[in-house]
């Protein structure tokens, strides 16, 4: 189903620097890459780059306090 | 095989297989009979929890640690006395105002102990736990005594049945089975009456995992009477698990409670660990690291 | 009834009704909490904590619950995906459940895992037509394994979900529309979302279902910024702001059935004192929506 490549699309960019970096050198290039439909292609090319960063450096704060930090 | 047929020796590995079931049917028995489902309890008051876990000893323990607390009473060395500004109108709890009047002059801190009205104030707390199931009620005792008298029918009839054919057949080397029998009595007895009900016992653990973040946390408590937290945790912990810097005149009055704090300083790190999956950052993929829960964390 | 606080009471089919106001349970609060209860109506529990705990754990859980009620709240099941949840996660839902016996269950409409990836966070997924077939469907094997149908949660997102062709309103309206599932409306995660993506959160709440409304989340955030973007990150380690109790008002006026308002604090815990008042605080803002809303069918 190619709503679920996206997900994995989505999951692989938010959580994998390099993969992240990869696609915001060559979004089109990796999107399709990935199997992704035309119209979906479209959609990530014109991605919410600033929400995407924020997001994606949340997350590597979230893993970095799982990890070895105090627990509340 | 009828087993008082049984020679002197096999018979008594039989009656020792039969006490052991004996016992352990005892402490079966009990446990299910006495075992309800968790009741509601006032968890605002440490008094009852603490007089769960360690009757009227540890309830005037946590009761007299939690006025020094507030400044209420005074600590010179191993004696107490009430402050200046401690009034018994200050407090609302009955424990509490008997603990000023008793101290209006200096004394022991053990004095608490042998005082009958201090502990005559500890009665309520006894009869509500006792409601909830999580102290023995009469009916309860009753129900104990009954299955230690046929567990002691049972083994003392056996013995005596034994007793009276090995006699007929001439033998009088009886006094083993004698003593194995007062032995297993012995054994049936103790293990018949403790003082709390499966489910007393049951709640007790239970606090001690919901609290168990407290205990982790015991050297940072706030002291001063500014929250509940140091009094929960002496009442569910022991007044030894107030470790923090501020509660050090814990260890001089009541020197025998941090003692069994530090001997049960292993269970103390487990049940820490215990609060490693309530604490809402194990486990939960979304809602673990720095918030836990399921919010997000910051950049 | 809390002690001191405004009941609300709401008549639905001649049985009085009361809103419910409680606290998540986090174990540094748990003596705050539990001497507290004449004050807090209900725990919400984060059920993912408790799925590989050991039995004394979850027995635990069931004596917390004999003191007051709980609801369980998850936050791993990934409902909102084209992707079937996985059954296992499902059964660790229902086997917790039928431990706890909580009040209700909740979890979030959110993706959390791709292609053997963990996010490690709730993500919004893409606002689409077999997102919410795929939300449908889980809802539908949640209710079936679990016993009963979960109240869903709206989440909050930093991102703009790609490949969406529809607003959130629209998206969330679908699912709850269509499902056996009540709202479990986080007004942070929309107070958040709206100032992110520039709408208005009134029209948000016009367009959704709000009688489906069950549950309410109440939170606080703070803002975030990287390379000269900000956004409000709801991180639940803040106080609840006065937009969120602002809109709690609304909710309360536009809702008709009872409400039961949760406040979530995972970190940099005030005194319980602190969240008691921000909980009398929700009490009052939920008071001044039903009255707003009787003097309207008064006045209608």
């Given at each position: 189903m190619s709503e679920s490549r996206l997900e994995v699309f989505l999951a692989r960019i938010y959580v994998d620097q390099t993969a992240r970096e990869k696609f915001l050198a060559d979004p089109r290039g990796e999107a399709t890459r990935a199997g992704l439909a035309a119209h979906e292609i479209d959609d990530v090319v014109n991605i919410d780059r600033d929400g995407l960063e924020l997001f994606a450096h949340s997350l590597e704060h979230k893993r970095a306090n799982k990890h070895g930090h105090p627990k509340n | 095989m009828n087993p008082f047929d049984l020679p002197g020796p096999e018979f008594l590995f039989f009656f020792i297989g039969l006490s052991v079931l004996a016992i352990v049917a005892l402490v079966v028995t009990r446990k299910i009979a006495e075992r309800s489902a968790a009741p509601k309890l006032d968890l605002s008051d440490p008094y009852l929890i603490a007089y769960l876990r360690g009757a009227e000893p540890e309830t005037l323990r946590v009761a007299a640690v939690s006025?020094?607390?507030?400044?209420?009473?005074?600590?010179t060395g191993t004696q107490l006395q009430a402050s200046e500004k401690a009034s018994v109108d200050a407090v609302r709890r009955p424990i509490e105002k008997e603990l000023l009047r008793k101290f209006k002059r200096a004394d022991e801190a053990s004095a608490i102990f042998n005082d009958s009205r201090l502990r005559a104030t500890c009665k309520p707390y006894e009869q509500t736990l006792k409601t909830a199931g999580l102290l023995p009620s009469e009916a309860i005792v009753g129900a104990r005594w009954t299955r230690l008298l046929i567990a002691c029918g049972v083994l003392g009839g056996v013995a005596i049945v034994k007793i009276l054919i090995a006699l007929e057949r001439g033998r009088t080397n009886v006094w083993f089975l004698v003593i194995l029998t007062i032995v297993a009595i012995v054994v049936a007895a103790l293990i018949s009456f403790p003082r709390l009900t499966e489910s007393g016992k049951t709640m007790i653990a239970d606090l001690q995992n919901l609290y168990a973040g407290l205990k982790d946390r015991a050297l940072f408590l706030q002291s001063g009477g500014a929250t509940i937290e140091p009094m929960m945790l002496a009442a569910v912990f022991g007044?030894?698990?107030?470790?923090?810097?501020?509660?050090?005149?814990?260890?001089?009055?009541?020197?025998?409670?941090?003692?069994?704090?530090?001997?049960?300083?292993?269970?103390?790190?487990?049940?820490?660990?215990?609060?490693?999956?309530?604490?809402?950052?194990?486990?939960?993929?979304?809602?673990?690291?720095?918030?836990?829960?399921?919010?997000?964390?910051g950049g | 009834m809390a002690v001191g606080a405004e009941a609300v009471a709401v008549v639905v089919e001649g049985e009085m009704n009361v809103d419910r106001f409680g606290l998540g349970w986090r174990p540094r609060l748990a003596a705050g909490i539990l001497a507290n209860l004449d004050r807090i109506d209900i725990v919400e529990v984060i059920a993912d904590d408790y799925f590989r705990a050991p039995r004394h754990e979850r027995r635990a859980l069931q004596t917390l619950a004999a003191q007051t009620p709980v609801t369980l709240h998850g936050v791993s099941l990934g409902l909102a995906s084209a992707v079937p949840v996985q059954t296992r996660r499902l059964d660790d839902m229902a086997r917790l459940c039928a431990a706890v016996a909580p009040e209700s269950w909740s979890e979030h409409l959110a993706f959390v895992r791709g292609g053997g990836i963990e996010i490690g966070h709730l993500a919004a997924p893409p606002r689409t037509e077999a997102t919410i077939e795929g939300a449908l469907a889980n809802l539908a094997r949640a209710k079936e394994i679990?016993?009963?149908?979960?109240?869903?949660?709206?989440?909050?997102?930093?991102?703009?979900?790609?490949?969406?062709?529809?607003?959130e309103a629209a998206w969330l309206?679908?699912?709850?529309?269509?499902?056996?599932?009540?709202?479990?409306?986080?007004?942070?995660?929309?107070?958040?979302?709206?100032?992110?993506?520039?709408?208005n959160p009134c029209v948000f709440l016009a367009k959704i279902p709000v009688e489906r409304i069950a549950t309410i989340h109440l939170a606080g955030g703070k803002w975030i910024g990287r390379n000269g973007a900000q956004r409000l990150l709801d991180d639940h380690l803040h106080d609840v702001p006065d937009p969120v109790y602002e809109l709690l008002e609304e909710v309360a006026a536009r809702a008709p059935q009872t409400l039961t308002v949760i406040i979530e604090r995972d970190g940099k815990f005030p005194a319980i004192e602190s969240l008691l008042a921000q909980l009398d605080r929700a009490r009052q803002a939920v008071s001044r929506g039903r009255a707003r809303a009787l003097k309207q069918q008064v006045a209608a």
């Open positions: - | 006025l020094l607390d507030r400044g209420l009473l005074v600590a007044v030894g698990a107030l470790t923090g810097a501020h509660f050090g005149y814990t260890s001089v009055l009541f020197p025998r409670a941090k003692e069994a704090a530090a001997a049960n300083s292993t269970c103390g790190s487990s049940c820490g660990s215990s609060s490693s999956c309530s604490s809402s950052s194990c486990g939960s993929s979304c809602g673990g690291g720095c918030g836990g829960g399921c919010g997000g964390c | 679990v016993g009963v149908a979960p109240h869903v949660e709206n989440v909050a997102t930093l991102i703009d979900p790609p490949g969406s062709d529809r607003d309206s679908a699912i709850i529309r269509n499902s056996e599932s009540k709202l479990l409306l986080d007004l942070h995660n929309l107070h958040a979302n709206a100032i992110n993506f520039n709408f």
